[in-house]
Nanobody, 120 residues
């Protein structure tokens, strides 16, 4: 019912930048929150950044380097990643929460993930 399409991952050298995008589509009435999570091999999935209204939240490890933003008209969330480090290497997942148009049922959807690899 809700599809998320992520893009923007890739391979970059340490100190470089990448911008991730995630567009939500489907039978959406409203979106309450959008965010990015990541999972490195052998690790649990962890929060990177979220945006809900005008409120943003960041993991301590990315504060000052990553910026999350949202285009409400396009149901799209972005993650600008600067000063990338090898430890940022992971699969990055988009997560969206909101309400469907039908009966305003709540939903939570995850993207398929996009690989970010930072070489030293």
């Amino acid at each position: 019912q809700v599809q998320l399409v992520e893009s923007g991952g890739g391979l970059v050298q340490a100190g470089g930048s990448l911008r991730l995008s995630c567009a939500a589509s489907g039978d959406i009435s409203s979106i309450s929150a959008m965010g990015w999570y990541r999972q490195a091999p052998g690790n649990q999935r962890e929060l990177v950044a979220t945006v809900s209204g005008v409120r943003t939240q960041y993991a301590d490890s990315v504060k000052g380097r990553f910026t999350i933003s949202r285009d409400n008209a396009k149901n799209t969330v972005y993650l600008q990643m600067n000063s990338l480090r090898p430890e940022d290497t992971a699969v990055y997942y988009c997560k969206t929460e909101g309400y469907l148009a039908i009966f305003r049922n709540p939903f939570t959807s995850w993207g398929q993930g996009t690989q970010v690899t930072v070489s030293s």
